[in-house]
């Protein structure tokens, strides 16, 4: 598997402290980016933003708005779920990289980061996906790796996809060996279904059981 440093960008090289506001709004205006980085001798100061830019006066350089720089940046060695976070945190379709010295290394789009993402196990793999939920003060990350595994799955992933102070929905990746064991595992520990499958004894026999009472009351 690739590693998320090969995804490095270096195709438009960083703003400097010194450029016109004018060379900045032209270059938002040629491209999709929501920030690019400015920096002076290769040290990192911050992001202008291309909404910002726009509010910028022709005649004066970044220089004169260094208020407007913010501040959000990865280290080069950071994991990819890290990076992801800080690209949702500032709603940034990139973000710059630093070294440990904080010298400016580069910058990751955020297409390249979902492609990355698109070869990991948890998306790559065949596998079924379900969506638990139980009260926030007794779900259990392990209790969950747990069912799963009692039942001869595989887990490929899970996650938090969903938080209240009352409840937490669980997004479970499997291989699809015992599925449905897997699913009345974890109703038999009270968590709550919220995805729907086909293979779902359970529901199955549900609706089996309504049709025929259905076809009974309509005798």
Same mark, same amino acid.
């Given at each position: 598997?690739?590693?998320?440093? =090969? ?15 004018? =060379? ?17 001798? #290769?040290?990192?100061?911050?992001? @202008?933003? *291309? +909404? ?10 970044? *220089?004169? &708005?260094? /208020?407007?720089?913010? !501040? %959000? ?25 630093? $070294? ?9 789009? @955020?297409?390249?980061?979902?492609? %990355? ?10 596998? !079924? ?9 007794? /779900?259990?990350?392990? #209790?969950?790796?747990? @069912?799963? =595994? ?10 938090? $996809?969903?938080?209240? +102070? ?24 009270? &968590?709550?279904?919220? $995805? ?8 199955? +026999?549900?609706?089996?059981? $309504? =049709?025929?009472?259905?076809? /009974?009351?309509?005798?």
């Amino acid at each position: 598997m690739r590693i998320l440093s =090969e995804y490095i960008n270096n195709d438009f090289k960083p703003f400097l402290i010194s450029e016109n506001v004018s =060379e900045i709004q032209d270059f938002f205006a040629e491209n999709t980016f929501s920030h690019f980085p400015v920096v002076d001798n #290769q040290v990192f100061l911050g992001c @202008i933003s *291309a +909404n910002d830019s726009e509010t910028f006066e022709f005649g004066k350089t970044l *220089a004169d &708005y260094r /208020y407007a720089f913010e !501040g %959000f940046f990865v280290r080069e060695p950071m994991i990819w779920l890290d990076v992801l976070e800080i690209f949702a945190r500032n709603n940034a379709n990139i973000v710059p990289i630093l $070294s440990e010295s904080n010298q400016y290394v580069g910058y990751y789009e @955020i297409t390249d980061v979902i492609k %990355f993402l698109n070869e990991t196990p948890f998306l790559k793999e065949t596998g !079924g996906i379900i969506v638990v939920e139980k009260l926030t003060v007794d /779900y259990s990350m392990s #209790q969950i790796a747990q @069912i799963v =595994e009692s039942n001869n799955g595989k887990l490929l992933g899970l996650f938090v $996809s969903e938080a209240s +102070n009352d409840k937490v929905q669980v997004t479970v990746k499997t291989t699809l060996v015992g599925l449905n064991e897997i699913i009345q595992t974890f109703r038999r520990y009270n &968590y709550e279904i919220i $995805s729907e499958h086909n293979e779902d004894d359970y529901l199955n +026999n549900l609706k089996e059981r $309504s =049709e025929y009472l259905d076809k /009974y009351l309509n005798i």
